[in-house]
């Protein structure tokens, strides 16, 4: 069975510019959840989706970002305009139901020069 | 806003040696979970505990969730080099949403 899969794996981009990450989560996980994490720490929750619903996207920077799961399969996180310390390692990441267990991506890794 | 404090942050051993990892909070989680990430890639599941007091054994790996479900901690038996990277442990406050610790990050060496 795959893995969630990202890409791209890399990204490097000048500030101002936009950036789209893509994830395709483990076929039949309905719960999708996209995470920033900066290095040597943990990953800090963006948006968490139910289906193709939002369900938490209260620490998703909404002056920036954007995201969206329109069927509720595959999963996009767009920044717009991009900022120095938008550099980091985006995850993504997926569980089934109601079991808490999450699966997470190999992440892109921005760097924002 | 639910905080999980692991300690240490840095940890470098020799081969064989033992070692433990702190993960604490003020909250109580309904459970929680390690997860290990080595560099350029997700984190890894290692375990759940769910039980206040439970204890769990993963090879070399045992894992402990504190009688209140507060606190756990991740005990190495004689590291490998292998067992090099982050340990992250993650509260879930049973809504769905973990809370990620900053991680230990730990270098054996050989």
């Known amino acids: 069975e795959a893995g969630v899969v990202q890409s791209p794996r890399y990204k490097i981009i000048e500030k101002k510019q936009p950036v789209a990450f893509w994830c395709n989560p483990i076929?039949?996980?309905?719960?999708l959840y996209w995470y920033l994490q900066n290095l040597g720490q943990g990953p800090e929750l963006l948006i968490r989706?139910?289906?193709?619903?939002?369900?938490?996207d209260s620490q998703l920077p909404k002056d920036r970002f954007s995201a969206e799961r329109l069927k509720g399969v595959d999963s996009t996180l767009k920044i717009q305009p991009a900022e120095l310390g938008d550099s980091a390692v985006y995850l993504c990441?997926?569980?089934?139901?109601?079991?808490?267990?999450?699966?997470f991506g190999p992440g892109t890794r921005l760097t924002v020069l | 806003t639910q905080l999980l404090e692991q300690s240490p942050q840095f940890l470098s051993i020799q081969e064989g040696e033992n070692l433990t990892v702190y993960c604490n909070s003020s909250?109580?989680?309904?459970?929680l979970q390690w997860y290990r990430q080595e560099p350029g890639e997700g984190p890894v599941l290692l375990v759940t505990?769910?039980?206040?007091?439970e204890v769990k054994k993963l090879k070399r790996l045992t894992f402990q969730f504190g009688d209140a479900r507060k606190d756990s901690s991740l005990h190495i038996t004689a590291a490998q080099p292998g067992d090099t990277g982050l340990y992250l442990c993650?509260?879930?406050?049973?809504?769905?949403?973990?809370?990620f610790g900053g991680g230990t990050r730990l270098m054996v060496k050989p």
């Open positions: 990441a997926s569980s089934l139901g109601g079991d808490r267990s999450q699966f």
């Open positions: 076929s039949g996980h309905n719960t």
């Open positions: 989706y139910e289906n193709e619903e939002a369900v938490d």
């Open positions: 909250s109580v989680f309904s459970s």
């Open positions: 505990v769910v039980t206040g007091g």
């Open positions: 993650a509260g879930d406050d049973a809504g769905n949403m973990l809370t």
